[in-house]
Each structure stands twice: as structure tokens, then as C-alpha cells.
């Protein structure tokens, strides 16, 4: 498994970013995805995840409404489209795949393998 995640970048409040994560391992169709970011001097939070079909999603509060998950397991691909930026939402994003294995989404995300991370900053 390795995955690597970009689109990150610097975008004004109110902005829109697109993350993609890829995963040139094997398992991908099979797990489902988890996004995470951590800002500085934080602790790492859950702000996203999908299940291995793509048919169950949930998100972090502080997102809801304005983050879109998605994926296309053809391409092993993982996607967390980010609409109305914040400053707040400043951090670097990380995808990980869930060693969830089942049906839908698990009540507590378990990441596994983890993405290196892509910053991304949002000004005032």
C-alpha cells in the first residue's frame, strides 16, 4: 500500500479545493477511506470517510454540508472535494485507508495506511 495524496494548495476563504488520494497497492477496492487533517499544534481529526462501494458516506460536523467524499475504484482513487473554505479548515489533509472490511462504514473510523498528507491553507 502506498498512498499519496495532492491538490492541496492556498486558496482565499470562501475558495474551492479538490484532494485526490492514490493508492498504487491492491487492496483499495476493498477498504473504505478515511480523510483526517491536523493544523498546527493540533491533534490529527477525522473529517471524512466512505465505504469500500462508495455507497455510505459520513462526515465530521465542522464539514458537513460544505465536503464531498467520493471514489472511483478503477483508478484507486479517492477523492474529498472541499467547497466554502474556512480558515479554520487550514491543515495538512491526510487519506488513510480503514482496516474496516465490511458492509458500509464502521461507528469509529480505524485508519491503517496513511498518505504523507497535503497542505492546504485558507486566508481571510
Known amino acids: 500500500v502506498h498512498l499519496v495524496e495532492s491538490g492541496g494548495g492556498l486558496v482565499q476563504a470562501g475558495g474551492s479545493l479538490r484532494l485526490s488520494c492514490v493508492d498504487s497497492?491492491?487492496?483499495?477496492?476493498?477498504?473504505?477511506v478515511d480523510w483526517f487533517r491536523q493544523a498546527p499544534g493540533g491533534e490529527r481529526e477525522f473529517v471524512a470517510a466512505i465505504s469500500w462501494s462508495g455507497g455510505h458516506t459520513k462526515y465530521a460536523d465542522s464539514v458537513k454540508g460544505r465536503f464531498n467524499i467520493s471514489r472511483d475504484n478503477t483508478k484507486n482513487t479517492a477523492f474529498l472535494e472541499m467547497n466554502s473554505l474556512k480558515p479554520e479548515d487550514t491543515a495538512v489533509y491526510y487519506c488513510?485507508?480503514?482496516?474496516?472490511?465490511?458492509?458500509?462504514?464502521?461507528?469509529?473510523?480505524?485508519?491503517?495506511?496513511w498518505g504523507q498528507g497535503t497542505q492546504v491553507t485558507v486566508s481571510s
Open positions: 497497492g491492491r487492496t483499495f477496492p476493498n477498504c473504505a
Open positions: 488513510a485507508l480503514d482496516r474496516y472490511l465490511g458492509w458500509g462504514l464502521p461507528s469509529r473510523p480505524d485508519p491503517g495506511h
